[in-house]
């Protein structure tokens, strides 16, 4: 509302109808297995914060509305998440030369954003509470969370297989690397007389995603399953920034039932907001890796993966006959797994430049680089 | 003025870090909820001051042993997290308002929230003043030099850019934050000029803060998205406004000595700074230098300034295709790729089932590679053509992959 830009329709698409355009985005979350388990999961969480909702206002109980707030703010995180699977299959055009592919990142990054917030959110929450302990009644908020707590965990499950199972012959098992931390704390959620939230928050654990995904687009055999391999690798990033969010939820619940426990059998009332800034610390920590591969990809950093890799390279190349040496190297990943190259050579004014192109480009082929843009500058004589 | 600009950050971050102290002290010791949870608001603007300042601070970093581009980004980075947090943030407080309408309370202490929310809006009125100057310079879009060469002119403006995105992330959130103000000292007068007794149920005047709250946000979420809409559109590769792709592509096969322009990217590095590369498919060396002059001229034009471009040699005896030589060698590697390849590229053809059957190893010579490159893409039509034909073919065949790709 405030005049801070400029309106630009250079970007807008053609006008469709709606209904079409509608119908063409259900047509395309329905056709891949990731967008369409997260479709039907945000259907379910939505459904479920509804009845909450529905049931808090028929009961009057504020702790349960609040807390099926809370329920919608977690279903904006699979939204984000949902869009940009669609979003990142959307044909390149003239204005997006590259594709919308970067929408996963962006989203995995916005969910990671989304989780920090939150966990400053309970964190603020505890210490309120440290300060001024509210009367807690938690009778119905208990049962409720148990539901959220069995939702979140038909959440893990799906999206533990779900976006990870292929057949290939590569072997890795995949859903491993992200549990191995074990799951500390819990996520806090309490009810309390005007606030009651109960959040699930779970802090994940670290897990070292990056590097040990090549699994699946080494060695596809056919075209077929080259297709539903492409789609599984590109949605890594949002699967995991869903991921955590449904495990930090899933705690969250856990917290909520122990918390009310030990405060019914052993009216530990400071067991309350201690949990609440346990978690938050937890969540803040599990997300940080997924930030920094975010921020990392958003900042065209020299992909990780291939650290070690690329000094051999340029050695390599700079060995090649008529090389006088490699300038400018940029390296960045477009989206998981893409990573594209600029690379000048300075060669001889004689140099054979075709075969030292083909040459180059078998070099960095073969350290997993396929987009490469090799600029050669002939020496003056 | 630009090495003024973390000034002003710094002055506003420690201003409102000790605003924050003395409210949550002041608020623990006078006992008021209000007090802390506003205090918390605080926090919030502190975080999107600290955020600001990082971003600021980190993108004059120009070279990385890592991060080969430098941190030019960070600042579109930091604008975006800037907007998904008060994003986050107007959710939270619609959702507390929805529930205050639901349940209205009465505000306890309308003077000493009067005088808290005052000085917070005196806090927050600095700040936008301090910050306002970043949008009042009008719509800077460097379209390009022009070729009158005003370069000096374009050097000035391109920084402000990226850091322009940056300060209006962090001046939407003090906008909020000064808006919330507004509304508590709005509702705190009410309460203080009409007072309403502890046993009077709520009336008209409970309700006065939690509609004037859902106001808000939807301002301040109508001034946030065109924000979070141009930061997704830099970090989404988008071609700079401003530089239409087709024009150029037109310009470019217009050039002598070229035959054929496939894979342009353009993108936005940050702040003005364009980034391009492409392949363009010569017939030989020297016409290839030649050409190169003229092509960076053109994008100099455009104001794209680094440019690198892939030199693609024709066979004139055997190719005539104007394919791509070097997507990648294997079909296979296409889900890797940046992009799908052209729609006439016939896969199927017996010289790919060829190519499959044996894997290209590192061949010593040019002949052994060119032939392997043949089989791969079938050209059109096998004849051999003259020059002039082929720089006819080479423009319909640009504009059909193109347009295929689209």
């Known amino acids: 509302m405030l005049p801070l830009s400029i309106k630009d329709d250079e970007y807008k698409p053609p006008r469709l109808n709606l209904l079409r355009k509608v119908s063409g985005w259900f047509r395309s979350i329905l056709s891949d297995s990731t967008s369409r388990n997260l479709f039907f999961f945000l ?36 939204l984000a998440g949902l869009a940009a699977s669609v979003i990142s299959r959307w044909r390149s055009n003239d204005t997006f030369s590259y594709g919308y592919v970067r929408a996963e990142v962006l989203a995995g990054f916005v969910n990671g954003l989304f989780l ?15 300060l001024e302990p509210p009367d807690v009644h938690h009778d119905r908020l208990l049962s409720i969370s148990v539901l959220g707590f069995l939702v979140n965990l038909v959440g893990i499950f799906v999206f533990k297989h779900g976006g990870h199972g292929h057949s290939h012959d590569g072997g890795h098992g995949h859903s491993h690397s992200l549990f191995n931390g074990g799951i500390p704390g819990l996520n806090h959620g309490h009810s309390h007389g005007e606030h009651g939230h109960s959040h699930g928050h779970r802090p994940l654990h670290s897990h070292d995603h990056g590097h040990g995904h090549s699994h699946s687009q080494e060695h596809c055999h056919d075209d077929h399953q080259c297709d539903t391999l492409q789609a599984k690798g590109s949605n890594k990033q949002i699967l995991e920034g869903v991921f955590l969010h449904i495990v930090a939820d899933t705690l969250g619940s856990i917290g909520v039932i122990i918390s009310a426990l030990l405060m019914q059998n052993y009216g530990l009332m400071i067991a309350d907001p201690i949990c609440s800034m346990l978690i938050s610390f937890l969540i803040g920590i599990s997300v940080v890796p997924l930030l920094k591969q975010s921020i990392g990809i958003l900042m065209q950093r020299t992909p990780p993966s291939l650290d070690h890799v690329l000094p051999q390279c340029y050695q390599r190349v700079q060995h090649l006959q008529g090389v006088y040496s490699l300038i400018d190297p940029h390296f960045w990943t477009l989206c998981s797994e893409v990573y594209i190259g600029t690379v000048k050579l300075l060669v001889a004014p004689d140099a054979d430049a075709r075969w030292i192109l083909s040459q180059t480009h078998s070099i960095f082929t073969q350290a997993g680089i396929r987009q490469l843009y090799v600029q050669i500058d002939f020496a003056a004589l | 003025m630009a090495r003024c600009k973390n000034c002003r950050l710094i002055f506003m971050l420690v201003i409102t870090g000790g605003f924050f102290v003395v409210e949550l002290v002041s608020g623990h010791i006078g006992n008021s909820i209000a007090l802390v949870s506003d205090s918390f608001n605080m926090l919030s603007d502190l975080i999107s001051l600290i955020i600001g300042l990082t971003a600021a601070k980190v993108s ?101 850019t990226a850091s322009e995105l940056n300060i209006r992330g962090v001046l939407l959130q003090v906008m909020g934050d000064a808006l919330g103000s507004v509304v508590v000292v709005v509702a705190a007068t009410v309460f203080y000029v009409l007072p309403l007794d502890e046993d009077e149920p709520c009336d008209w005047k409970c309700y006065v803060d939690p509609s004037l709250t859902i106001i808000i946000v939807v301002i301040v979420l109508s001034s946030v998205f065109p924000l979070v809409k141009e930061t997704t559109f830099i970090l989404l590769h988008m071609v700079p406004s401003g530089i239409k792709l ?151 065949g640009l504009l059909h992959s193109h347009s295929a790709s689209l």
């Open chain 1, 43 to 78: 259907l379910l969480n939505l459904s479920f914060a509804f009845v909450e909702l529905l049931y808090g206002i028929w009961s009057n109980s504020l702790g349960l509305i609040s807390d099926s707030f809370h329920m919608f703010f977690d279903c904006t995180a699979l």
């Open chain 1, 116 to 130: 920090i917030f939150t966990a400053f959110f309970i964190f603020s929450e505890g210490i309120e509470r440290a």
């Open chain 2, 60 to 160: 004059q970093i120009r070279r990385h042993r890592r991060s080969t581009y430098g941190f030019a980004r960070a600042e579109v980075v930091g604008a975006l997290a800037n907007a998904v947090f008060l994003t986050a943030l107007t959710f939270t407080i619609f959702t507390e308002a929805v529930i205050r309408l639901l349940r209205p309370q009465r505000i306890d202490d309308p003077e000493l929230v009067l005088i808290v929310g005052a000085m917070g809006l005196g806090v927050n009125i600095i700040g936008l003043i301090l910050f306002q100057d970043c949008c009042s310079k009008g719509k800077i879009r460097p379209t390009g030099c022009l070729a009158t060469g005003v370069e000096e002119q374009m050097e000035n403006k391109q920084p402000t």
């Open chain 2, 246 to 396: 087709h024009d150029l592509d037109a310009k470019l096969c217009a050039v002598d000595g070229v035959h054929g322009v496939h894979e342009l990217h353009i993108w936005e590095l940050a702040g003005g700074k364009n980034i391009a590369s492409l392949h363009v498919k010569c017939l030989d060396a020297p016409s290839y230098k030649t050409a190169a002059l003229q092509i960076r001229e053109i994008f100099h034009n455009a104001g794209i300034h680094s440019v690198t471009i892939q030199a693609e040699f024709l066979d004139r005896a055997t190719d005539s295709t104007v394919m791509c030589s070097f997507p990648c060698i294997l079909r296979e590697c296409e889900n890797k790729m940046c992009c799908d390849p052209p729609k006439d590229h016939n896969f199927e053809a017996e010289g790919y089932n060829e190519m499959r059957n044996n894997p290209p190893g590192t061949p010593s010579n040019n002949a052994e590679k060119d032939n392997a490159e043949l089989s791969i893409f079938p050209s059109y039509n096998t004849t051999v053509k003259d020059v002039e034909e082929e720089r006819k073919e080479a423009t319909n």
